[in-house]
């Protein structure tokens, strides 16, 4: 059956099966000191614009989010995260795994404010009783946000004016950031991570990777041990260079925004029929997930036609599905998602 | 100066120190295997109506819920609480430092309702992620609360079903027990407690003890090894009887309750003169803590002649201040008071 | 040039890059709920003689050692192990991170004896202060050790009855399974470690896997909400079947034994050739790995042609230095190997 | 029955009883805030010569060391102590519960050497997996140990600077400071202590304090935050001045010195009638704790008419029973004793 369940259903970019079934026999070191990690290091210090930053290859987001944020902060410290964000929701507790609150604040699609941060801690240090309470010490956002939503370079610029000034480090999760790089109407580039944030990831299994995260320090040596606490959380692997080539083909040729791309334009073209078509979407973005307001009979009925990722019940009569392309969307998958709706 | 600022500033109710003093060199057994310990347990269970009790006795509020929330729960578990609950805000992250999240629910006076455990929990095993999700299994609440607000026995009774209902535990803070069972119109009793709860602290650094809380666990060996664990959260005393003397002499011929009420009735007394001088208090209550609602001059007239607690901004010309009486408050004190308002 | 130096120095078995290649862009379920990873979980069950098992996919063996160990013991309880192992010394403190100590007994040739763990349980029950002490509850062992070496089914089964009748659980890390199995001389089946252990992983990292480690828990429910608990520790996959993939090709037409066989047997080739040129092995096995002593001056020589990976510092004048075959080693690189001895 | 079986059976110096009940109704602040706390923060930066020293007042051995250890480690750092030492064996895995691995040596008397700490680290350099490793970052020692045996001035000197040499920490254990203060031959003061180690511990509550014991980092925020992790670790006291006001007094006119004397001065005296009577000392010292083998059947003879603590069992027909004598212990007692032998 036709599927927008998610974005990380289908297995790789081919380029990369193509790679890795050309390595052969070749004999690779372990643990990341790999001629093809230190080339994908490098192609990613060049798209960030920082020559400098430290690169090490995890896999998937909650280890990741996990282990960049227990080893930023020290263990009197928390970080603030949408309440919405998916360190606050969906890691099944593993930053308080490692000792840390997560200080939520309300968000709108998915986004906090640079005000809402300054008032939090400013709040945090007016309060006669702070040294009893979670020092704030690093902020958490995603770009895109799980609801697809991006910040604004203006946005973003803010954020990381107010983290800085308030003593805070600043931390992007880039699981989806291919879709919001090349999203219509995005103002923020890697360049732009690397030179507003602390640490950002980006994000390889769900944007055409088989698996792995890129976690980048644009700063050298902003986690001294970094390396042995991701042995630590379990997080190193021995095969280092299965995460490295990931990214060494995704940054070869503009690989990782043409997939990026793909995804987006084809949710575009899927916004605009569901637009003509009368349909209500809830939080608008250009990225590559689409939130559908649909009544349970309509839901129910599509659901015998094409597989949707179930969001959540809106109220009594609606649900909200979720269409997610990915950058293996075809527009033949297209045309027959159009032809139901 | 006149204090009202909270009510942990005075050393010990003088039975205490009298029944320190008459130990001279008595030779006790440690890490609460004394005779003096055992008695207290037995006093508790009686005064619990749990003849079947488990009591240990370990120190400080802080400590008191970390080790007992931490050791009831297993990993994957979290536990639900008020957002302004002691819990969430003011213990350093000591629940987190465990590994485990609060999962904070709006708060009314300090209060949750069983309608907002049974919606959370629901909506936990509805959301099709749960799995990735952390799972609530204890409800922590205070009684009386941090505002100093009393859940009523039906509402007691209501959360306790519901908790049992979901297959949830339910833990309260008692740090201020004393003053909460002797206020004006409370009709929840220790033996309530014990009925209804799961595990509870009757607390002994705020209500009369030189320091000490008492653990309560109605149900027999509810964790199995907790001795063990108050070893390893470093809560273990070795002198176990100090902790253990508070008790049995608070639970001698009436004196939890006799000092509790000390408490409320100076309370009451200066409730009643804010009501006739026209002064606004933020949270009503009968127990011990009292919230008054001042312009900011008023506050600044009055530090020089009392000191109060300071609790918040209420808006930008007014503050809330706290005026604490304790098991120690005297007449006299009320009086002086009184008399600068 | 010519490397010996590990077993996770070359990509995966051909078989598996051919099924990832035939995927296309079928769209497979997340998080392990595919086709794929159900066929591979049955595989194993079938070769491990236990249709119950609960069987899950993880990556690399830090992780998988510290989330199987951490989540089946309580707080309280700690993991017996040889001072030797892996989880005591080489994987960053990630047992300690999840709260737990490893209680180290001496070894030798990696080994433990069900005696000594025996005697360690029985000393921890009659020592007056167990209950202030770190309650043994697991015990860890690998097969084959980090020396190569093997239990034998014997030792197995003693080791087994004696956790058993300890009340400890066992659990045995098969990072080099492939190698221990198809050892000359072997006696222990998966068979038997289904029906033996508590709990064991399978390797794929090491054993032509590109990645992945099999955790099989023969009974069900052994450990529940063990899932959660894995995307606590950040090890749940998204792309579970990228895991699922590895074990289903290798469990298909023996392919896991060809492999594990194809590196014990250039094993033997090479320590034939040592032995009859008069080289001393320091602790000699019938696996994947072996233990030459040299003195300096010869490993120094050596390095200038063959990669081999250095152990341990003998004494003064020698070194151990470790000659790992691997699934993919050919004739002529232990010829090329020979020829330079 | 007489009792010599540990250090911590009697209430407290009767100096601070007649402190606590001179106390009254004064109000005193909360967390350490307050006048008495200060002037013992005071009196012991005096006497360890340390006038910058930040002073902290914890409960108990357990707590101390874990709050200590966990927060001058960073997560990927472990701390070095001998095999025997407290935080190994007998703190129920308070050390591992932070996540860190006790790195333990083999000891001789409970004491282990400057070299064995060199030699360890430099391995741990020295060796290629290091980066996989726990890095070693911090010394673990107790003067007395646990043995009641003591470092020499020149030990500790020689073991000082190995640790600065290589980038560790050193911590003592004071639990019996005053024992090993008093004792005939020792030379090493507290002011030796305070320039050699980077953090210790006074002992209360072994040495006639109620309970409490005196944290000094004898370098002005040698642990920056060390307030608010107290807290998170539950090891705050809202009557901070409880366990102030126990160092307030013992440092007064040398009571403490005074205290710990007479315990030395009495097993002194037990020590010279035992070897006058033949027995056989176990590990000899001259602090306040006397390990005597006894056959078993002397050892059960003697049980029924004083209570000796039990130490371990030496061989088939030979256990360990611990004497131990306190700054309480009185004449009487030890002539009672001596008329058993």
Redesign the interface.
């Known amino acids: 059956m036709l599927?927008f369940?998610?974005d990380?259903?289908?297995?790789c970019a081919p380029e990369i099966?193509k790679r890795?079934?050309e390595?052969?026999?070749?004999?690779?070191?372990?643990y990341g000191f790999d001629r093809i990690s230190e080339s994908a290091r490098n192609k990613i210090r060049e798209a960030a614009g920082a020559p400098e930053a430290d690169v090490y290859f995890l896999?998937?987001?909650?280890?990741?989010n996990?282990?960049v944020i227990?080893?930023m902060l020290?263990?009197?410290e928390?970080v603030i995260a949408a309440r919405t964000g998916h360190v606050s929701?969906?890691?099944?507790?593993?930053?308080?795994?490692g000792?840390?609150?997560?200080l939520?604040l309300p968000s709108e699609e998915g986004k906090i404010r640079a005000s809402q941060i300054a008032e939090y801690v400013d709040g945090y240090w007016?309060d006669?009783?702070h040294?009893?309470?979670?020092?704030p010490a690093l902020v958490y956002i995603s770009q895109p946000t799980e609801y697809g939503s991006l910040y604004t370079l203006k946005e973003l610029v803010e954020i990381s004016r107010t983290c800085h000034e308030h003593h805070l480090a600043l931390y992007v999760d880039g699981a989806r950031l291919a879709y919001g790089l090349m999203a219509e109407g995005n103002d923020v580039t890697m360049k732009d991570l690397a030179r507003l944030a602390d640490a950002f990831y980006i994000g390889g299994?769900?944007c055409g990777g088989?698996?792995g995260e890129a976690v980048v320090f644009p700063k050298k040596n902003t986690v001294p041990?970094f390396?042995?606490?991701v042995?630590?959380?379990?997080?190193?692997?021995?095969?280092g260079w299965?995460a490295g080539i990931q990214f060494d083909t995704l940054f070869t040729d503009g690989l990782y925004e043409r997939l990026g791309k793909n995804a987006d334009e084809k949710a575009d073209r899927i916004r605009k029929v569901l637009d003509e078509k009368g349909y209500v979407q809830d939080i608008r973005n250009r990225t590559n997930q689409i939130f559908l307001i649909l009544t349970k009979e309509k839901a129910e009925e599509l659901s015998h036609k094409v597989e949707l990722g179930?969001w959540e019940?809106k109220d009594e009569d609606h649900v909200v599905m979720r269409i997610a392309t990915s950058w293996?969307t075809?527009d033949e998958e297209v045309d027959e998602l159009v032809s139901l709706l």
């Open positions: 599927s369940a998610s990380y259903m289908e297995t099966l890795l079934g390595l052969g026999k070749e004999k690779l070191a372990g896999i998937g987001g909650t280890q990741t996990a282990t227990d080893t020290r263990p009197y928390g929701v969906h890691e099944a507790g593993a930053i308080e795994y000792g840390h609150k997560v939520e007016a006669g009783n040294e009893h309470m979670v020092m299994t769900k088989l698996l041990h390396f042995t606490m042995k630590q959380h379990g997080a190193l692997l021995a095969k299965a179930f019940n293996a075809t």
